[in-house]
């Protein structure tokens, strides 16, 4: 299997973006092409992820992006696997390089849902849940999660406060990233005060609606060699699943696919949870981030809240979590969030994130799900 | 990289569902799954193709079906590329097995659009053309492909009878199909006599939209042995691009992706266009099957209308193209559309075609794209 590198990396800001997903999409990907330092024309393939192209009437996005970059006779697709597509189409790519299928390929995520309104974006996003027994049933995704921190609260007594507390630190760390969303400071006050949108779960405990695109070049290490110091080592890949409903599982305060995606890539890399440095976890809520931290292995089931209260996952903890600031701050374009946690990964190992630097960071790890967790994907990075 | 083999498929009827499309995508994986003679559990990914889930109101749709076949513990992907979704997404899988990432998986096409009527189908199909110069300028894709075929017509000296004939014939093999859409024999005065749509082409010119859904298990040669002597060898798979638009192509006459594709598919069985006894090829329009079987090297360029002519294409002639009645007798459920070419190819191989079957065939060729050809896959498969 060849040793896979991401070479390059991209990103528009996060927010609400006056362009179109096509023009977003290009303008993330010469970004990671200049970032690489490569010509377009040694992109043998390009992994485009996307959840909802119908919003800005462009799917089949793959030849419009490549064609656009000039080189229209390469391969592409999209990969859709709700919130957690960006991953997945990562995953591809990586699969693709270490076989020796391609020597370099640009994974590309992408998504424009804000110029559609909340009433369409809330709609369409549930269609990503099992639609039969929770969407069209009432059960959107605040409502899901908000039973999950219910439940957690419940379970280990912990408190609407220790879920403030995760939105304070990640809109901090948000305002040293210019390419976040929100870039606010606020207070746990403001969290607790902020509209309930479905209790436990406040307007603050909530990721907001992005448009965004983020890109990297992946690449074997042989490629990287060629083109570069400046790559990061992709060591660790690994998948999972859990039953696609929330009442379809076990327990409220664990995600079945994190456990097995995260043991699948530590056993590839060769490493455990003690090794991580730094990680961007998928916090679509502020529950959300303290139940990954757990089955991520970084905390024992039920310890992630108190880590939270200690600041063990602040940028100056033990193990700085959503150093870019997190779905929660930087945004949560939802094709392109997984690429995005890349991007902010490959920044921090090569040197690239100025003030929101983690120090002396030489591994690094990405979580990203779909939906309340049916889908995940987990990938460890290493400085070279 | 290991040999990989087609244990088993399924599939429902074509045509107008009343299922939803997560019970159509159950009832092919199940099809598929018992033609294998394997246990659910023995499948270790899940690859959906799938273009407009919104349709139905379920998109994210890999978890449901793992959950449903109760395997939620499985990873599983949404793969589009539009019209050639099938196909992209039997890429994907067969890369990762041969690469040695999984023993065994499923792939599963599906598509559920006729519950929403006419208008709202051509809407949203035109977003998978490149919205801004073609779908969002009114060029629909029967538009498209009757640019094409009114150049072909021009340049060959071709006539609309010949077009015709293409429709008369793969009516004929559909006759045979019991799960085709459109069951009815045809003669060229119905074809040249039906509404015209986007002139030179007519209604009959044109493939129908369909639901439908399609699946085969996807395996190592070592898994194949294990479970099976029924099971066929995928010797090539080959992928490639096309400039988006029609306007950026150097020819109107020919479609770039499918050759790139097509040669890329040849160098890796070892074989030339001669070796194929039978190809399921793209046909949305009379046109494109013609175009397609230039294209993949069946005939000269400007002879495959002279072939279709002499009955060269037809089940008894040199090399039966659509055998299952292609996209246009048997039906486009676009998602569906390229793993149901495999399923016929399965069928055709393993002794399992009944009444259509192509005497003496040993290879067959699938080949399926996305909108005018921008992206393509073509795939070569060999009786054990």
């Known amino acids: 299997m060849e040793k896979v590198c991401v070479l390059g990396a991209g990103s528009t800001k996060y927010g609400k973006l006056e362009d179109s997903i096509t023009d977003i999409t290009i303008q993330a990907s010469v970004g990671a092409i200049e970032s690489a330092g490569i010509d377009p024309k040694e992109i043998q393939a390009g992994y485009i992820s996307n959840v909802f192209g119908v919003a800005d009437k462009q799917v089949h996005l793959g030849p419009v992006v490549m064609s656009n970059l000039g080189i229209p006779e390469k391969p592409s697709l999209s990969i859709e696997s709700a919130c957690g597509s960006g991953s997945v189409s990562f995953r591809e790519a990586f699969a693709n390089v270490a076989a020796g299928f391609y020597d370099a390929v640009l994974v590309a995520g992408t998504e424009k849902v804000t110029h559609t309104g909340t009433e369409w974006t809330t709609t369409y996003f549930s269609y990503c849940s ?16 908000a039973s999950m921190a219910r439940a957690y609260l419940t379970e280990f007594k912990a408190t609407e406060e220790d879920l403030a507390r995760v939105a304070v630190k990640n809109h901090e760390n948000g305002l040293l990233n210019p390419k976040a969303h929100l870039r606010k400071k606020i207070t746990v006050d403001d969290v607790l005060n902020s509209a309930v949108v479905a209790s436990p779960l406040k307007l603050y405990d909530c990721c907001p609606f992005s448009d965004g695109a983020s890109a990297v070049i992946l690449c074997s290490e042989k490629f990287a060699k060629e083109h570069s110091k400046n790559y990061v080592n992709v060591i660790g890949s690994g998948r999972g699943g ?32 003690k090794d991580i440095d730094f990680a961007e976890v998928h916090d679509c809520f502020t529950i959300a981030e303290i139940v990954d931290t757990e089955d991520l292995g970084f905390f024992e089931k039920g310890q992630g809240v108190q880590a939270v ?10 193990i700085a979590i959503n150093p870019s600031g997190g779905l929660k701050s930087k945004g949560h374009p939802i094709g392109a969030t997984g690429v995005g946690q890349v991007v902010e990964v490959f920044e921090q190992l090569t040197g690239k994130a100025g003030e929101r630097t983690v120090q002396d960071a030489k591994i ?16 460890i990075f290493q400085s070279v």
């Open 242 to 273: 859990s039953p696609a409903t929330l009442q379809g599982r076990d327990h409220m305060t664990t995600i079945p696919s994190t456990k097995l995606a995260a043991q699948a890539a530590y056993k590839m890399a060769g490493i455990t949870a």
């Open 364 to 379: 690094g790890l990405t979580h990203n799900f779909g939906a309340t967790g049916a889908s995940c994907a987990v990938h």
């Open 309 to 318: 209260r200690e600041g063990r996952t602040s940028m100056k903890g033990d």
């Open 130 to 145: 099992d639609f039969f027994y929770e969407g069209g049933a009432g059960a959107s995704f605040p409502g899901l999660f």
